[in-house]
């Protein structure tokens, strides 16, 4: 499957951004979806993973309740609403997929190694 990430930009802290990733493929709904995100210095971490069917959500603590994850399988898209913005959040933001029979998140869902495929980043800066 091929990834395509869109929707980053320059905002002002508070504000908010709308991060899509496009699939391609006819087996969407096979793979669960996570967007991490590295910032200039720092590790690549997990922001946030959305089962098969978009029931399950997972966030990291430090964006749990400003971002949602979410996923339209009909377009073979998922997004990421990234709302109350803040400076520490800027970092180039990628989505990926895993495939799996399970209709949970795995265990290891957090983990980039989990994941198959990857798209090209989008950078998200958040000015103060």
């Known amino acids: 499957v091929q990834l395509q990430a869109s929707g980053g930009g320059l905002v002002q802290a508070g504000g908010s951004l709308r991060l899509s990733c496009a699939a391609s493929?006819?087996?969407?709904?096979?793979?669960?979806m996570g967007w991490f995100r590295q910032a200039p210095g720092k590790e690549r971490e997990f922001v946030a993973a959305v089962s098969r069917g978009g029931t399950i959500q997972s966030y990291t603590d430090s964006v749990r309740g400003r971002f949602t994850i979410s996923r339209d399988n009909a377009k073979n898209t998922v997004y990421l609403q990234m709302n109350r913005l803040k400076p520490e959040d800027t970092a180039v933001y990628s989505c990926?997929?895993?495939?799996?029979?399970?209709?949970?998140?795995?265990?290891?869902?957090?983990?980039?190694?989990?994941?198959?495929?990857w798209g090209q980043g989008t950078q998200v800066t958040v000015s103060s």
């Open positions: 990926a997929a895993e495939r799996t029979m399970s209709i949970q998140l795995p265990m290891a869902h957090m983990s980039a190694e989990q994941y198959d495929y």
């Open positions: 493929g006819r087996t969407f709904n096979d793979y669960i």
